[in-house]
């Protein structure tokens, strides 16, 4: 009698075994899908036990009612944490997961420059490093790339695209390099590792990351792809965040912590979220950050939500996933921006109505001509006006021009094969068009003494408001803009970078990144446009 209680035991292991190995589940109760297994399982003991006792009568029945009792609870509790942790109970919940970390502030206040972020999407990045890999020649047949992650390296936005063997038989030896291309210059570079890379996505049987993670952290849920960045060494890793459920028993997943892998040797480390090393990029997918923000739009202010796209952007030390909001009235107009530092969620809300990125991307496109189509847009101030910047690429995916459109004022529009050129041409269209221009935001402790400042100026930019036109000045050595009206001070107009200008400040002192200055006197120097 025993054996018909032990064998349909053994049997329901060794499939669990199988089972365990390729699907890979997180053995941990805010998983659904463990739920799922488990009552699988149930059922496959309760077949395999009514084929052993089919002539035993009260075998057959307690053995049913134990199986049969397993699966109905599992059920009840599936069916129950999912209905206690729908959002209906929890709205405000939901909307808190990134609704407690955003900040609203002033676009003025974006630091993001365009240098910083610099111009290249995915597509084209991993198009660059398909041509690096040409460069070996007839070895570059080997190989094939593998997906990439965008990282902030040595201060430049960077792709860092991984290299795998074609060959069955090289493959088992590990992986040798990986690529990086500089999305500022476009430059792409192969890097050897000094270690073969042997545990990576979709490698044979141990040695695939995903497996080699389940079996040292059988309870953790990783629901996100790895990210592979690299060291301030060059050192490569694989970041793999953990998930965790913070609204009832399967609801509000957020991120609890990372796992490190070295993929040379296998080695891995957790850390809490809050204590990821500072050279990672990626302790937050994009992904699940847009899915927050759409939660906390939808439960907090009646309809609010993130654009269908987002994008990365750096700032020159981490990583920030940026996507346009729209709202209720209508998804063709946006109504601000949203900025989250991935590294430590960190999110910036910037209010500002305009043209949303798709009309934006179709401006761009038909601008440039018909053969060409627009990356998803980065939204940065350009010439101190919030600004789509974008690249206009072949059917290739590769980039032949850039373009820019005013956020406000979708008309305008400029194109160039150059990021420079583009920039130019912007420039001058948004100064002939009475678009205010607005100094970059500086941090300072405090303004000048009141009285006579004399420098030599270093930039000069000008803008219009209320019909009266604007210099700003910024002189060397300086952390401060002095503005100057042209109604007040008409020699402005004459005035260059490399001109020595006094200034008066006013008799009460000033602080703060703009002080209001009058022009007393100048002494000419080399015009400002051939410094620019």
Not at 7 to 35: E, R
Request: charged fraction near 20%; include cysteine.
């Amino acid at each position: 009698m025993a054996l018909t209680y032990i064998i349909p035991a053994i049997a329901t292991v060794i499939i669990g075994a199988i089972a365990d190995y390729f699907l890979l589940p997180a053995w941990s109760i805010h998983n659904p899908g463990i739920y799922i297994l488990l009552i699988i399982f149930a059922g496959i003991y309760f077949g395999v036990h009514l084929l052993m006792c089919r002539f035993k009568e009260t075998s057959r029945v307690l053995g049913s009612a134990i199986s049969l009792g397993i699966a109905a609870t599992l059920l009840l509790v599936l069916l129950v944490g999912a209905v206690s942790s729908w959002s209906l109970f929890h709205a405000k919940a939901y909307a808190n997961i990134l609704g407690d970390t955003i900040v609203e502030t002033e676009i003025t206040n974006l630091v993001i420059s365009l240098e910083d972020a610099g111009l290249l999407d995915k597509e084209a990045a991993e198009q660059i490093a398909q041509q690096e890999l040409s460069t070996l020649g007839d070895q570059a047949s080997r190989f094939v790339t593998r997906s990439s992650s965008q990282i902030s390296y040595n201060g430049a936005p960077t792709r860092i695209i991984p290299l795998d063997y074609k060959g069955f038989k090289e493959r088992k030896g590990g992986d040798p390099a990986y690529i990086t291309v500089d999305m500022r210059t476009q430059e792409a570079e192969i890097h050897y590792v000094e270690q073969p890379v042997k545990y990576t996505p979709g490698a044979i049987l141990g040695k695939d990351l995903l497996r080699h993670l389940h079996y040292k952290y059988p309870t953790y849920i990783f629901a996100w792809d790895p990210q592979f960045e690299i060291d301030d060494t060059g050192k490569p890793f694989y970041v793999v965040p953990v998930a965790a459920s913070r609204i009832s028993l399967f609801g509000g997943r957020d991120v609890s912590g990372i796992v490190t892998v070295d993929p040379c040797s296998g080695d891995t480390e957790y850390y809490d979220r809050d204590a990821a090393p500072e050279w990672i990029d990626h302790v937050y997918p994009a992904e699940l950050i847009v899915k927050q923000f759409n939660d906390y739009g939808k439960h907090q202010d009646g309809g609010v939500a993130s654009t269908a796209g987002y994008n990365y952007v750096n700032d020159g030390h981490n990583v920030y996933v940026y996507t346009g909001v729209t709202g209720a009235a209508s998804n063709e107009l946006n109504i601000g921006f949203l900025f989250t530092n991935l590294h430590t969620k960190e999110t910036r809300y910037y209010p500002l109505s305009g043209a949303d990125e798709r009309s934006a991307m179709d401006t761009a496109a038909s601008t440039g001509g018909a053969e060409y189509t627009a990356s998803f847009p980065w939204m940065l101030p350009v010439e101190g006006t919030p600004t789509y910047c974008m690249a206009l690429k072949d059917s290739g995916g590769g980039v032949r021009m850039y373009a820019m459109v005013n956020v406000n004022k979708p008309h305008l529009v400029t194109v160039g094969s150059t990021r420079e050129e583009c920039q130019t041409s912007y420039r001058n269209l948004v100064l002939s068009n009475d678009v205010t221009i607005t100094p970059p935001p500086v941090s300072i402790p405090a303004g000048p003494q009141a009285g006579s400042i004399t420098g030599r100026i270093q930039d000069i930019r000008t803008g219009d408001k209320n019909g009266t036109t604007y210099f700003y000045l910024k002189l060397e050595n300086q952390e401060v803009w002095y503005v100057v009206s042209l109604t007040d001070n008409e020699e402005a107009i004459k005035l260059n970078t490399t001109d020595t200008v006094v200034l008066d400040v006013g008799t009460s002192g000033s602080a703060g990144p703009i002080i209001q200055a009058k022009l007393k006197s100048y002494t000419e120097g080399a015009p400002w446009w051939e410094n620019n």
